[in-house]
């Protein structure tokens, strides 16, 4: 089967869908607290065999929720099977409702930098909860972590909080489109920004001409009109549409680490390409960081490249674990929000206290301790050392910080939808059940990514290694 038809099979209707929902190691292993026999007797404990209590549940869910989830790629349809259902969490593990523990490489798929329940984001956590849960007013708790923000992240200058990254995009695309005066906006093939209607396309007939058409039910055709798609990694082709739109097109969204499709690292100087061509023509440049935002780096990649977006979009770390978002950047254009200014937009449960609190005691560690570059130093030793025996089996891992991508090897690096590896899906569903089994719980899709968080110590690392390269086979 060509590898379009792969795509389009697996991904356009499988991932999007699913994406609807969507330092001293001494000192760090006493800050985790997993509590006692973590690892005790690991291989018995992570011997997986039944899951009865998960499918009695996923029963229930079946009857009460569609697809019996509140997100589709938790639903396993794209690695079969029924999924688990788990019933606490602490550092670098998952524990099932059937009492099995897990080394978790999803991390609920980025927010915790730090861990499940992280001991001193928990206290705070447990202060907070004593104080207030939300307000609908204002208090100390949001100014405090906005300043943090602002004081340390120079291309965002204000912000405003919202309650996911979805939320966000959308927000910050209406901003775009007010203070340009121009409807279009152009996303890449091979990024997802939120379940935002405009931005739920894929490339139509034509990809060099941008032209796009919807991928969701429900949503307006029309709207594939104000939606331009550019492929990742082709800078002259990008170039040609923003000069053939430039007069209607408000603004460019990318992420400049997509790490929704897979791991696709584009070259730094396609980026800085992009915002060249942006600050030629006028259009504004959004930067969606809500997975790479205070992952990668304190200042995201906006920092690692040295780009200074108009625009940047942010969720997961922000909130420490809960549903936090954020936009933010140019004063100029954020004073466009209300009450500022004509941009409306508004939430009930925006900056809660609960979030506000346990995202700056995140951001607060990680500055303290130095976890972003003690993190990419961890995970790029764990990578290495698995890539090493992988390559021999046929596979390989990509990665970038403490960010990884399990995928089929290839001589060169996939930076673009096209480029994925033929019958990839079919060979990771594979690995994710015999990993399971083995006790390491990834991300129930070949397309998402996985995690190191400052819970994985070198020891859990180590075992997980272990479980990875017994569990691999030439796709």
């Known amino acids: 089967m060509s590898v379009p038809s792969i795509i389009e099979q697996k991904i356009d209707r499988t991932k999007l869908s699913e994406k609807i929902e969507r330092m001293g190691r001494g000192k760090m292993e006493v800050e985790v607290t997993m509590g006692s026999g973590l690892l005790e007797s690991a291989t018995s404990k992570r011997q997986i065999s039944k899951h009865d209590d998960s499918k009695s549940l996923f029963s229930r869910a079946l009857r009460v929720a569609p697809g019996g989830v509140h997100s589709p790629v938790r639903a396993f349809k794209s690695v079969g099977g ?40 928990t206290e705070v956590v447990r202060e907070t909860l004593d104080l207030a849960w939300t307000f609908g007013a204002c208090e100390p708790y949001s100014l405090e972590l906005a300043e943090w923000i602002v004081d340390r992240v120079p291309h965002v200058e204000k912000l405003r909080f919202v309650s996911s990254g979805t939320e966000a995009v959308m927000s910050a695309l209406r901003v775009a489109r007010a203070a340009t005066g121009r409807s279009r906006v152009v996303k890449f093939d091979g990024c997802y920004h939120g379940h935002v209607d405009s931005l739920l396309m894929k490339a139509g007939s034509g990809l060099a001409d941008g032209q796009a058409a919807t991928d969701s039910a429900g949503v307006s055709p029309q709207l594939a009109n104000e939606t331009l798609i550019a492929p990742l990694d082709d800078l002259d082709r990008v ?33 800085q390409g992009l915002a060249a061509l942006c600050r030629e023509l006028g259009i504004l440049l959004i930067f969606d960081e809500v997975i790479s935002g205070f992952r990668v780096a304190r200042g995201g990649m906006a920092e690692v490249l040295g780009i200074r977006p108009d625009l940047v979009t942010y969720g997961k770390v922000i909130g420490g674990g809960f549903p936090v978002g954020a936009y933010g950047g140019r004063a100029d254009l954020m004073d466009w929000v209300a009450p500022s200014g004509p941009v409306y937009q508004a939430g009930t449960l925006s900056a809660n206290p609960v979030g506000m609190r346990a995202g700056l005691a995140t951001l607060q560690k990680a500055e303290r301790l130095q976890i972003w570059s003690a993190l990419e130093e961890r995970t790029a030793k764990w990578v290495d050392s698995l890539n090493s025996e992988l390559h021999s089996r046929g596979w390989h891992m990509d990665r970038f910080a403490s960010i990884f991508w399990l995928r089929g090897y290839s001589e060169q690096p996939v930076r673009r939808l096209s480029q994925l590896p033929s019958g990839h899906a079919e060979a990771f569903r594979t690995v994710f059940h015999k990993v399971l089994d083995r006790g390491v719980y990834l991300a129930p899709s070949g397309f998402e990514v996985g995690f190191v968080g400052w819970a994985h110590t070198p020891e859990i690392l180590d075992e997980a290694a272990r479980i990875l390269r017994d569990s691999v086979k030439s796709p």
């Open 239 to 271: 170039a040609d549409i923003l000069k053939a739109h430039a007069s209607s097109i408000a603004a460019v969204i990318i992420e400049p680490l997509p790490a929704n499709y897979g791991l696709l690292i584009q070259r730094r100087e396609f980026l």
């Open 82 to 121: 029924q999924p688990l259902f788990f019933k606490s969490a602490q550092g670098a593990e998952l524990v099932s409702v059937e009492g099995q523990r897990y080394i978790d490489f999803c991390q609920s798929f980025g927010p915790l930098l730090l861990g499940h329940r992280d001991p001193e984001v």
